[in-house]
């Protein structure tokens, strides 16, 4: 098994990133050879800041390590470190159709009504994206359900290269959803809106940075509804506030809505909250701290990526190598 996967470099990271993918690669550390990048070429896609860019990439990288994410057992890198992501990814946008990535809905959300100023990398993004987890024949990759489609695009470029050059160069590679933990993670104000970095309100979300108290007071000011938990969780159907935060409580217990639902049934949010409250403080609490003590030192971190950088590029200068005999460039 080898695992592939990537997060762009928003800074800090929150509850949503943390239970939807970092503590399923922390998890995956133990099952195979595991490569997590910070995909820092992905964010140029947007508008871009570039000392902004700079100190997210550290404080990412700081964040996954101190999540679990442990640079002794995994790969961790910078992907615009390990050149051959962006030169595969220019030989497979011969491979991609236009037709394929017109039907991309991230695209068509993040283009919104501008998609004549959009910019083009954003439209070529998920061809980085197959790039990324071609080159290291990963046969595993851990993504949240929205980039399910992504990864399914990764198999077909996959699948046309092979056939349209003879080869069995690349593997196809598996979108992985599951993993133990909330797949999902919804805003605290807002049930049917993704847990997100760009929401205006702080306390839509929780960061790994906030204090026992902060958590606390996001979880006491959650929205929620007046009705008592119920023991089955098709009960949970229509009250998405309700449902995000004993999914969250789950996740973080690692067990069954069912079983968080047997030990609340029937009792209000009064007290399911202060639990919630406790259990996230038991989470965060110890990687905040070791979150504090990494960003005392930058060049740890930037010398830690490098060794990553280091060792990822063994791995993928075969597979471009490769990639350019198949297409007539060697
Ligand atoms: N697009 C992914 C996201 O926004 C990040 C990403 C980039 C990624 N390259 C990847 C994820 C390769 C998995 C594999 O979440």
Not at 5 to 31: E, F, K
Not at 88 to 108: D, N
Not at 184 to 212: C, F, H, N, W, Y
């Amino acid at each position: 098994m080898r695992v592939v996967s990537g997060i762009q470099p928003t800074g800090g990271l929150h509850l949503g990133n943390l239970l939807g993918a970092i503590l399923r690669w922390v998890r995956m550390q133990d099952d195979g050879e595991c490569l997590f990048f910070l995909a820092d070429l992905h964010a140029l896609t947007v508008e871009v800041d570039p000392e902004q860019l700079r100190a997210n990439v550290r404080e990412m990288a700081a964040a996954l390590i101190a999540s679990g994410v442990d640079p002794a057992r995994a790969i961790l890198f910078r992907q615009s470190a390990v050149r051959e992501h962006a030169e595969l990814a220019w030989v497979l946008q011969g491979t991609a159709r236009m037709g394929w990535l017109e039907r991309m809905t991230q695209f068509k959300e993040k283009s919104g009504k501008n998609k004549e100023r959009s910019s083009v990398g954003l439209f070529t993004y998920p061809v980085l994206q197959a790039a990324d987890v071609l080159l290291y024949h990963a046969t595993h990759v851990p993504v949240g359900e929205d980039q399910k489609q992504h990864l399914e695009l990764a198999r077909d470029i996959a699948l046309k290269f092979n056939n349209d050059f003879d080869t069995e160069l690349f593997t196809l590679p598996e979108p992985f959803v599951g993993g133990g933990t909330a797949a999902r993670v919804m805003s605290l104000r807002d049930g049917s809106a993704k847990m997100s970095k760009s929401d205006p309100s702080e306390m839509s979300r929780i960061q790994l940075t906030d204090s026992d108290e902060t958590i606390a007071q996001k979880i006491r000011k959650a929205r929620t509804d007046p009705a008592p938990l119920p023991a089955d969780p098709s009960e949970l159907a229509g009250r998405a506030e309700a449902r995000n935060l004993v999914g969250i409580m789950a996740a973080i217990q690692d067990r069954p809505v069912e079983a968080v639902l047997a030990e609340f049934a029937g009792q209000g949010f009064g007290a399911f909250k202060p639990a919630l409250a406790d259990a996230l403080i038991a989470l965060i609490a110890p990687l905040r701290a070791r979150l504090e003590q990494l960003r005392s030192d930058p060049a740890e971190i930037d010398r830690i990526l490098e060794v990553g950088a280091e060792r990822a590029r063994a791995l993928a200068a075969p597979t471009l190598d490769s990639a350019y005999r198949a297409v007539g460039l060697r």
